[in-house]
């Protein structure tokens, strides 16, 4: 893998992971459009786990009070804050569908054959229409001191429908959220915060079956493309948290909408 192609992965899903247009599915496009080889799922993860590391950091008081309520929870402890316990034990409820599904998905091999324009097509207009009737349709601001574990199983059932490619990790939780009455930037907060449990999953998967290739190179490439997503993406999460305080939805559906149909020309333009 060429060091052009590393960077501009690393940039890549920095920028898309957390904004709601898929960054599975811009991963996908890089090699597609480029003539570049597929970098591959393990890459996929390695470049995940860098913006895993910039969530954590972005979201750092959210993640320190949950592990605090988890360890008073371990030592039955009951001083344990009741809201933060809430919080997390709703990520570990929304975290489960995805989980489950995922492993049954990866071992029939469906992943794979999802990875295409077409697909990414398709799936960037629907749900981007989704996205853009549901943002508009709430007018209910419920914050995540609301959030009851029925609401974090419906996210969590939304979840697993980005796994297929262009649908959007954030994109369609955002408006599962936001369907349930949540702000935007509740919703945000909620879908980000789900980030951490799914991708460290992935990851830690990933990372044995990189333990064991022995493949140095690889390792090396990795490391690098998650070092660069992980500053993109604090970049963008920081940027999109204060855009949503003040604005909608629409500018992600716009683009989401553009890129779809320009993909599907494309495919339909050369059969």
Do not use: C
Request: glycine fraction near 10%; charge should be positive.
């Amino acid at each position: 893998m060429t060091l052009l192609q590393i960077i501009v992965l690393g940039i890549v899903q920095g920028i898309t992971e957390f904004l709601p247009i898929s960054s599975s599915g811009h991963l996908i496009l890089v090699p597609a459009l480029t003539d570049w080889p597929d970098q591959g799922l393990l890459m996929d993860v390695g470049v995940h786990m860098g913006t895993l590391m910039a969530v954590i950091l972005y979201f750092r008081s959210d993640v320190a009070r949950m592990v605090i309520a988890f360890w008073h929870m371990t030592t039955f402890n009951k001083n344990a804050n009741q809201q933060d316990k809430r919080l997390m034990i709703a990520l570990v409820l929304s975290t489960i569908p995805i989980v489950i599904i995922g492993e049954l998905v990866s071992k029939m091999g469906w992943n794979n054959t999802w990875r295409t324009l077409e697909i990414i097509g398709w799936t960037s207009i629907i749900f981007g229409i989704l996205l853009y009737i549901l943002d508009k349709k709430s007018t209910i601001t419920k914050k995540i001191t609301d959030l009851r574990y029925g609401h974090a199983m419906i996210i969590g059932f939304a979840q697993v429908i980005a796994i297929i490619p262009g649908v959007s990790r954030s994109g369609i939780t955002m408006t599962a959220a936001r369907a349930l009455g949540f702000s935007r930037t509740e919703a945000a907060r909620f879908s980000m915060l789900m980030s951490i449990p799914t991708i460290l999953a992935a990851g830690t998967l990933a990372g044995m079956e990189l333990v064991k290739s022995g493949d140095m190179a690889l390792k090396t490439d990795i490391f690098l493309g998650a070092g660069l997503s992980f500053v993109t993406a604090l970049l963008a999460i920081a940027g999109l948290m204060k855009w949503l305080q003040k604005s909608s939805m629409t500018p992600f559906v716009i683009y989401r909408i553009i890129l779809g149909v320009g993909l599907l020309g494309l495919v339909y333009g050369l059969n």
